[in-house]
């Protein structure tokens, strides 16, 4: 970062001037990207920014609500999207056709949501590894290839789309937003999509959000990686009680990394990932197995898809 307050005075006239008279929507979801955004463009633009928070159902557990309080005190429109998600996505188990259904929906509730106020522009928080990935072909992030070609927005404004995530850390805290938003974990925009491996259902996402509750539960606060949660890996043999079951196969990923680009996996203590196990398999019934992932990335991504 050469020179934070700089940045932030220059991407304010910008999107002053790319935004003109315009309405302009944003999807907000809380994490560090979309947060500073909102409060770059709301010193920009000011009432002519409509934020929008849109709970697709593939959020983390108590997300919306967590929303709810932490921007009480801006008018923030929550659209409760989850089954439109849902049936979009029915019958997809491709990774890239999940992101891009998913993309697609995204725009097509913030087209029905920026009309409804007269939106011309949508503002996204892309940043600089989201579109390296994209245009290297390595996958499509949801907020970047996963856009669908006709968008009925005259214009996309994006404002940190040079930025790494350091980067718009270091502009959060000189924008004075709060520390847990500041230092909050990466979450990706396709959400529990991308940690469910197949066709996305309501019974597999609403394991998988418990399962990723339980694993911030026990990993944040203590070890303050980089990124650290669940992912539903397939189906397997267990038993519960007298009985053999087919139950659900849980990954635990947790990753250390400065930009997302790299990362190692996480060196936890054995008995406090059995432990973790145990929690997982006792909350979760039709949970049978958990497995500890040790790749680093590369070769493997961080998130599953
Ligand atoms: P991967 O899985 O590519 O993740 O190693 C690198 C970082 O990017 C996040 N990620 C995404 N973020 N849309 C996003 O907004 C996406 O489609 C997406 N896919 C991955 C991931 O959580 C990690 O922090």
């Not at 932030?8 to 979309?34: F, P, R, T």
């Not at 709970?55 to 609500?65: A, H, P, S």
Request: charged residues 30%; aromatic residues 6%; proline residues 5%.
């Amino acid at each position: 970062m050469v020179n934070t307050e700089k940045f932030i005075q220059k991407s304010i006239a910008e999107i002053k001037a790319a935004a003109g008279d315009d309405k302009v929507v944003m999807a907000l979801s809380g994490g560090v990207d979309s947060s500073v955004c909102a409060a770059l463009a709301a010193r920009a633009i000011g009432d002519n920014l409509f934020p929008i928070y849109i709970d697709t159902g593939l959020m983390r557990k108590g997300e919306t609500e967590r929303i709810r309080t932490l921007f009480g005190n801006i008018h923030l429109q929550i659209v409760d999207a989850g089954d439109e998600f849902l049936v979009s996505l029915k019958g997809i188990d491709d990774p890239e056709a999940k992101r891009m259904a998913i993309g697609e929906r995204f725009i097509r509730v913030f087209e029905r949501e920026a009309k409804k106020v007269g939106a011309k522009c949508l503002l996204q928080g892309t940043i600089y590894p989201d579109r390296i990935e994209s245009e290297g072909g390595i996958k499509s992030h949801h907020n970047v290839g996963g856009m669908p070609l006709h968008m009925e927005f005259t214009k996309v404004i994006e404002p940190i789309r040079d930025l790494y995530k350091d980067e718009v850390r270091e502009v959060a805290g000189a924008l004075g937003l709060p520390k847990e938003i500041q230092h909050r974990m990466p979450f990706p925009g396709p959400g529990l999509a991308v940690r469910i491996i197949g066709e996305i259902t309501k019974e597999k996402v609403d394991i998988i959000r418990e399962a990723n509750w339980i694993v911030e539960d026990e990993l944040v606060e203590k070890y303050r990686p980089w990124q650290c949660f669940a992912a539903l890996i397939g189906l397997g043999t267990g038993v519960k009680g007298d009985n053999r079951i087919h139950g659900w196969i849980v990954a635990i990923r947790a990753v250390n990394s400065r930009d997302g680009m790299t990362a190692d996996p996480l060196d936890i203590p054995f008995e406090h990932l059995v432990r973790i196990g145990s929690r997982i398999t006792a909350d979760i019934p039709r949970v049978a197995r958990v497995v500890y992932d040790i790749t680093a990335k590369p070769p493997a991504t961080i998130e599953y898809e």
